[in-house]
């Protein structure tokens, strides 16, 4: 764990981009040997999507994981997820006698 295990250059990717998007499909470059056991890489550029840099390798378990890159070599994140302004906690509302139509729960 934590050595080197393989290296693709990148003239290497950006052939294998051209020659895959040029007649539209898909084309292994490269395998090795991961930590857990045979990783791949796979260029694919089929028409209607965007062609993509796809890194096939095990885990642990032996289940196989992908990781997916855009041609431009960008780092994949998660979107964000959509927040919720935090609305406050309310308590049970009681009228007082004070002022009975008063509601703090209502805005």
């Known amino acids: 764990t ?3 295990l393989w290296n693709v250059p990148q003239s290497v990717i950006d052939e294998t981009f051209a020659s895959a998007c040029e007649v539209g499909v898909s084309q292994e470059i490269e395998a090795g040997l991961g930590t ?3 990783s791949v890489l796979v ?3 089929y028409e209607g999507y ?3 840099l796809t890194l096939k390798a095990f885990d642990e378990h032996g289940k196989i994981n992908e990781l997916h890159f855009p041609q431009d070599y960008t ?3 998660a979107p964000v997820a959509p927040t919720e302004e935090p609305k406050p906690l309310c308590p049970v509302w009681a009228p007082t006698s004070v002022n009975p139509m008063f509601d703090p ?3």
Do not use: E, I, K, L
Request: glycine residues 22%; hydrophobic residues 20%.
């Open 75 to 77: 780092p994949v994140t």
């Open 50 to 52: 965007d062609p993509t």
């Open 105 to 107: 729960c209502v805005g």
């Open 43 to 45: 260029v694919s550029c």
């Open 2 to 4: 934590g050595g080197f």
């Open 36 to 38: 857990y056991g045979p």
